[in-house]
């Protein structure tokens, strides 16, 4: 079955401190990921986007990793911001375009 | 460029009640999608429209039904409202086909069944 598990559910940190955020996925075959952002009440909105043959890929302070053997990715933030508090939605597609699945995100928290 | 607007943002039903919710984009995307996100869940597809003048079920289109109104119009209609449709529901729209490119959502309607 495909699915996206991320982790951990939710996540508190200090303003300024870095974080990693998971997600591990068995969507087969594998065409892209993506991370998207997800404010309160708001929609999502992309970060980044990852094909298979890429494994690290930045957008301002995130920074999205993918290993596609052993079917991780990682979302690393820098820097924390209060601003970056949200929900964090990791997204998986197969390669016949018949299946984008979404994991349940990681709801991060920035405390000042 | 307002991107994708879905009307209204909130809405509280009544069991049996039949309502529609809006999705307008003005990005000349093809492709179309409702999505409703549950607590502790991903989003889950609920019908999507490849090009204008289609339409196909997702993932959960039990108690919907849809119009893909024109190129920049795709409508959710429930017949007869339920307490387990409770959701916030997105539209979203993409540009190349089903993959390509990414997913523009809009800022999602609650909806509440009593």
């Known amino acids: 079955k495909n699915q996206v598990e991320q982790s951990p559910q939710s996540l508190i940190i200090l303003e300024g401190k870095n974080c990693t955020l998971q997600c591990n996925y068995t969507v087969s075959p594998f065409s892209n990921l993506r991370w998207y952002k997800q404010d309160t009440g708001r929609g999502p909105v992309s970060l980044t986007i990852?094909?298979?043959?890429?494994n690290t890929k930045s957008n301002g302070r995130y920074t999205a990793t993918l290993d596609a053997d052993t079917k991780q990715s990682s979302l690393h933030i820098t820097a924390s911001q209060l601003s970056d508090s949200a929900s964090y939605i990791c997204v998986v597609s197969d390669t016949g375009g018949f299946k984008t699945i979404f994991g349940a995100g990681t709801r991060l928290f920035v405390k000042a | 460029n307002a991107g994708v607007t879905q009307t209204p943002k909130f809405q509280v039903l009544k069991t049996g009640q039949s309502m529609t919710l809006q999705c307008a984009q003005d990005m000349n995307h093809n492709s179309m999608y409702w999505y409703r996100q549950d607590p502790g869940m991903g989003l889950r597809l609920i019908y999507y429209?490849?090009?204008?003048?289609?339409?196909d079920k997702g993932e959960v289109p039990n108690g919907y039904n849809v119009s893909r109104l024109n190129k920049r119009e795709f409508s959710l209609r429930l017949e007869s409202a339920a307490p387990s449709q409770t959701s916030v529901y997105f539209c979203a729209s993409r540009d190349r086909g089903l993959m390509g490119n990414v997913l523009t959502f809009g800022a999602g309607s609650r909806l509440t069944v009593l």
């Open positions: 429209s490849a090009s204008e003048g289609t339409t």
């Open positions: 990852m094909t298979f043959s890429e």
